[in-house]
């Protein structure tokens, strides 16, 4: 058998893509197992994915960096109008408790959003702090009286409550929303999970397996 290439010369392989046989002179030097032709096809093939690859991780980056500066900025700024607009002081003990209860929430708001400008950056404690900021965002709960709930931006949850009556459903909320408190009046029991943050971190470890 010959070359398909050049028919004087005697074939010295076949091209494992397209099962023509050729002479030596018609093989990829890197690809040994290709032909010129089909080498040239498969790496701009690989290119192309690979391109297509960079750009969805360029999208992903930019749509979790701005969702968390906005969210985050978003809260931060709502802390302060709520604490200077809605807040009736009685005491002082309260006023330490409330200071301290709105500092560790606008704290948190802006942890959020230093969290998506880092992402942005593409800087590595960007995705530490962001596994950090949305774990603190996936449970809710009212628990003898200790009620928790952090969100920034989006909350779709589903929700359990025993006491006083059992109570089953899901929930969907855009707005930023926070709660840290104690009373020792109130008998609920109340549990949620929001799946948003959940998505998230699943995505960003996703993204990390695949691109290293
Ligand atoms: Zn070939
Ligand atoms: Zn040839």
């Known amino acids: 058998m010959n070359c398909f290439h050049h028919q004087e010369q005697a074939s010295e392989f076949e091209c494992s893509q397209c099962k023509q046989h050729y002479c030596n002179e018609c093989r990829d030097h890197f690809f040994s197992e290709y032909c010129t032709v089909c ?70 708001y802006l942890l959020v959003a230093a969290a998506g400008y880092f992402i942005l950056k593409d800087k590595r404690h960007g995705r530490k702090l962001t596994v ?14 200790l009620s928790y709930k952090f969100i920034a931006g989006l909350s779709v ?21 926070f709660n840290l408190s104690f009373s020792n009046g109130h008998h609920q029991l109340f549990l949620s999970i929001n799946i948003v943050p959940i998505l998230i971190l699943y995505f960003l470890y996703k993204n990390r397996t695949e691109y290293r």
């Open 39 to 108: 080498s040239e096809e498969k790496t701009k093939l690989y290119l192309r994915s690979h391109h297509k690859a960079e750009q969805n991780k360029q999208l992903w980056r930019n749509g979790l960096g701005w969702y968390q500066i906005i969210s985050g900025l978003i809260g931060a700024a709502m802390m302060i109008i709520v604490f200077l607009f809605s807040i009736k002081i009685s005491s002082f003990l309260s006023a330490v408790i409330l200071i301290l209860l709105f500092g560790i929430f606008f704290g948190l």
């Open 132 to 145: 950090w900021v949305q774990a603190l965002q996936i449970p809710s709960f009212s628990i003898l009286g």
């Open 157 to 177: 949850s589903l929700g359990l409550q025993l006491v006083p009556n059992l109570n089953m459903g899901l929930n969907f909320y855009i707005l930023n929303q």
